[in-house]
Nanobody, 124 residues
Framework: QAPLVESGGGSVQAGGSLRLSCVVAGLVYPSDCMGWFRQAPGKEREGVASINTSGDDTYYADSVKGRFTISQDNAKRTVYLQMNSLKPEDTAIYYC?????????????????WGQGTQVTVYS
């Protein structure tokens, strides 16, 4: 069983919204830190957002700050990424990730556990 399973990707017009979900299926939950990454064609994978176990420590890449919100529902073992005011440059495969607080949270953005990814396409 895949440890992390993403859903919610799709195609949306610029300015629109999507909410990605990540169910933690194969790992001990909650993990110290959960995060979202993305990889656009021809580019390296980059960290987008992270959240710690208690939810009181979140971090966002500058490129999404003010537009994206990471949250979690521990009862559902699910982490969300609410994406508003989407831009064409947000087009990428989005991956959910889990790791220790020091590896993944606070902008460190290193992760050893990954989902399979979900495609987000924003058209103008």
């Amino acid at each position: 069983q895949a440890p992390l399973v993403e859903s919610g990707g799709g195609s949306v017009q610029a300015g629109g919204s999507l909410r990605l979900s990540c169910v933690v299926a194969g790992l001990v939950y909650p993990s110290d830190c959960m995060g979202w990454f993305r990889q656009a064609p021809g580019k390296e994978r980059e960290g987008v957002a992270s959240i710690n176990t208690s939810g009181d420590d979140t971090y966002y890449a500058d490129s999404v700050k003010g537009r994206f919100t990471i949250s979690q529902d521990n009862a559902k073992r699910t982490v969300y990424l609410q994406m508003n005011s989407l831009k064409p440059e947000d087009t990428a495969i989005y991956y959910c990730a889990a790791d220790s607080f020091f590896n993944l949270c606070g902008g460190a953005f290193y992760a050893g556990n990954w989902g399979q990814g979900t495609q987000v396409t924003v058209y103008s």
